[in-house]
């Protein structure tokens, strides 16, 4: 069992950068793949992009290829998402979610019942 306790967001202006990040309080993420989705305003939770811990390999949403990149720090037991040129279209809400690495490795992993662990989630804003 993990927990996960994201941090990072805050309001920024569109062309800004903002790393968010995935830390686990409880457990750690060495049995897991770890997932970030989003949820902007009037939308189901949206898959972003995931981390194999054991593989070292991520994944993304075609969506979020190229402005997105998720990454870890195995000495802080840490997973972040770092975003840059940010639109408003991004802002919402991110979280952070742990599922076991084979989901994400078979293809799968971007629908969040797939995930059982979850953080609470942190607030992005981007103005325009």
């Known amino acids: 069992q993990v927990q996960l306790v994201e941090s990072g967001g805050g309001l920024v202006q569109a062309g800004a950068s903002l790393r968010l990040t995935c830390a686990a309080s409880e457990g750690t993420f060495s049995s897991y793949a770890v997932g970030w989705f989003r949820r902007v305003p009037g939308t189901e939770r949206e898959f972003v992009a995931a981390?194999?811990?054991?593989?070292?390999?991520?994944y993304y949403a075609d969506s979020m290829q190229g402005r997105f990149t998720i990454s870890r720090d195995a000495a802080k037991n840490t997973v972040y998402l770092q975003m840059n040129n940010l639109k408003p279209e991004d802002t919402g809400v991110y979280y952070c979610?742990?599922?076991?690495?084979?989901?994400?490795?078979?293809?799968?992993?971007?629908?969040?019942?797939?995930?059982?662990?979850w953080g609470q989630g942190t607030q992005v804003t981007v103005s325009s």
């Open positions: 981390f194999v811990w054991s593989l070292g390999s991520a």
């Open positions: 979610a742990a599922t076991i690495p084979a989901t994400v490795v078979a293809g799968h992993g971007h629908l969040p019942y797939e995930y059982d662990y």
